[in-house]
């Protein structure tokens, strides 16, 4: 683990020396770019460790194209974003990692941007640091409506939950995590599409939480696996969620 | 003949139990429904005896909501069991995970890994 460096006057935090940060990708039937993404993330320096966890995908991943050092676990069925994020999670805790950059597999996340990302870590301005897309081109279809609306009431209830201290865009799946918050969020069960949860437990927790704007790459490959009915069920299990956490506050 | 099918349910779900293909626990709910629906309903006056206390009108519909209340509970009961299960399982992969990730990381260690 790094050494700490001097306090932050503001934020009581401390700078953090990163020399180890585990980028985890996890993957569900997106294979065809692993490779690509192990490679760049090779040559992003030696500090960074890459673990892919397939989500049960029905399509076999080749290891043998990974970079070597990166890592692979495949789960035995499709459990949800969630579970594979404690598999991450719990890696990094074990293994010392200082932080944790997650971004997804298709692509759309810019791996340059990941020491950007990792900065505010660095100078012990925050726990958790998200990407959020300034380029998203919302459709006129349903579809796009619908996944606007729903959206938007994710995010307005996740901003009034945790007092405005959760991130504007809160289906960001690219972030990176200090291992405070990492230990601190581990301990709840993370759901099947887990940001929005995970952006209201570290409001909530109050860990500090920097938005970084990015123009984020279209989807290389594939498009999202969130269906009508999965995002039907994402709704549902936030709600639930919310209602757990407001009547756990109430006790 | 009514006798002989309940009598046969229970025979079959005494089989089901003696082979380890049902649970014992996860059977009584089942078993309660067969007696619910067959010995019980026999007794016209437990029908009528039901149906006054659960304010029911048509005695005999007492019968079929009960053993409905009954369904739904074995329902109930075996939605807690899948969880649990689901819980246990996601918990044996959390620790398959770490086993077979620290034996990547062994690897990694001393190969390419700048810090160990």
Redesign the interface.
């Known amino acids: 683990m790094a050494a700490a460096g001097r306090a932050d006057s503001g934020s009581g935090m401390t700078n953090r020396r990163l020399?180890?940060v585990l980028v985890f990708i996890p993957t569900y039937n997106d294979v065809e770019l692993l490779a690509e993404l192990s490679a760049e993330l090779q040559r992003l320096g030696?500090?960074y460790?890459t673990?892919i966890?397939d989500d049960g995908s029905s399509v076999r991943v080749d290891i043998s194209t990974l970079t070597?050092?990166t890592?692979?676990?495949r789960?035995?069925t499709n459990?949800g974003v969630g579970?594979a994020t404690?598999?991450a999670f719990?890696?990094a805790l074990?293994?010392g990692y200082q932080a944790v950059v997650r971004l997804d597999a298709d692509g759309q996340h810019p791996i340059e941007h990941i020491p950007e990302l990792l900065e505010p870590i660095q100078n012990g301005e925050a726990d958790l640091v998200v990407g959020i897309r300034m380029n998203r081109h919302e459709g006129t279809s349903i579809r796009a409506v619908a996944a606007s609306l729903v959206r938007r009431y994710l995010s307005l209830v996740a901003r009034l939950m945790t007092r405005a201290r959760a991130p504007k865009d809160v289906n960001s799946g690219f972030f990176a995590m200090s291992t405070n918050a990492i230990s601190k969020i581990n301990r709840v069960a993370l759901e099947r599409y887990p940001e929005p949860q995970l952006y209201v437990l570290a409001g909530r927790q109050k860990l500090s939480i920097v938005e970084i704007p990015m123009r984020q790459q279209s989807r290389r490959h594939r498009s999202s696996t969130i269906t009508l009915g999965r995002a039907l069920g994402m709704f549902y299990r936030f709600n639930i969620f919310v209602l757990g956490e407001l009547l756990q506050r109430s006790k | 003949m009514k006798l002989v099918i309940v009598l046969a349910l229970a025979g079959m779900l005494l089989i089901l139990v003696r082979r380890n293909i049902l649970q014992v626990d996860l059977s009584f709910p089942l078993f309660a429904a067969v007696i619910m629906l067959g010995f019980a309903s026999m007794s016209e006056q437990f029908i009528d005896w039901l149906a006054a206390r659960l304010d029911i009108l048509d005695a005999p519909r007492a019968i079929i909501l009960v053993a409905i209340a009954i369904l739904l509970g074995i329902v109930a009961f075996l939605t807690v069991a899948i969880s649990r299960i689901r819980y246990r399982q996601?918990m044996l992969?959390?620790f398959l995970?770490?086993v077979?990730?620290?034996a990547?990381?062994r690897v990694?260690i001393g190969?390419?890994?700048?810090?160990s």
């Open positions: 020399d180890r030696a500090m460790r673990l966890v070597p050092g890592m692979y676990f789960l035995p459990f579970i404690h598999v719990d890696h074990r293994h | 996601i992969v959390r995970a770490q077979e990730l620290d990547q990381e990694n190969t390419s890994n700048p810090v």
